[in-house]
């Protein structure tokens, strides 16, 4: 295989979408430049990247230092955070287990985190009225799908799909950052700091010991962009 060339990342900071992808190139250790987007004020030629006009996406081939306003018409685009995610993987097999059954299990896990805990987490911290026993529920329905993965020393693909939106959820639930009644973080993390809930606190841990996904975003940038969501 000939060697990887240029990636251009197309980010957002805060974008949970783009941190997926920028996990995958900092785990990859590519070579790769970013180009941040103001989604507020987008530059007129970043439909040209991206038709969407959507974080993240990504150019591959262009000439370092190049953005849509100046690369070729035939340099490689690509949208959607998963599909690029896999492209990376790709370019870079080593992002993912090397036991194709943990990989399995992660890229499963990823997809029920979706669909038992990411929605009820949206609901709970983005409006005035979600159920804390739906989320709960969620999770104990999520935990069977960790099984042996919190205890294994690598990471992967499903790992790195799921990590920006379970890796948030104890520091926003921490400083009360959610359209929710005051109270809210406090008593969701009273929950979770019991026995019953050990496989996803151990799963959490493991993420964010992570350095590929602490090199992936500041903290600090996170909180002050939620406070500044929550406040409208």
């Known amino acids: 295989m000939t060697a990887p060339k240029n990636i251009t990342l197309y980010n957002t900071q805060g974008s949970w979408w783009a941190q997926r992808v920028r996990i995958a190139l900092i785990a990859s250790g590519a070579d790769f430049e ?79 985190f979706e669909a038992l805990v990411q929605t009820p987490w949206t609901t709970y911290s983005r409006t005035i009225d979600g159920s804390l026993q739906a989320l709960l529920d969620g999770i104990i329905s999520f935990q069977p799908f960790i099984g042996d993965l919190a205890d294994v020393k690598e990471f992967g693909v499903g790992d790195l799909l799921v990590a920006p939106f379970i ?59 939620f406070r500044a969501l929550y406040s409208k």
């Open 167 to 225: 890796g948030r959820i104890l520091p926003l639930s921490k400083h009360e950052l959610g359209v929710w009644p005051e109270g809210s973080g406090a008593r969701l993390l009273a929950a979770l700091d019991t026995e019953e809930f050990k496989p996803f606190r151990k799963y959490i841990e493991k993420i964010s010991s992570w350095s590929a996904y602490q090199k992936s975003y500041e903290e600090g940038a996170l909180l002050a962009r």
């Open 34 to 112: 970013t180009i941040e987007i103001d989604l507020q004020a987008k530059p007129s030629w970043f439909e040209k990247v991206n038709p969407a006009s959507k974080v993240p996406a990504i150019t591959y081939g262009a000439l370092k230092g190049s953005d849509g306003s100046n690369f070729p018409e035939n340099v490689f685009r690509l949208n959607e955070s998963a599909v690029i995610v896999d492209f990376i993987a790709r370019l870079y097999p080593s992002i993912d287990y090397e036991d194709p059954i943990l990989s399995a299990k992660a890229r499963l896990l990823a997809l029920q």
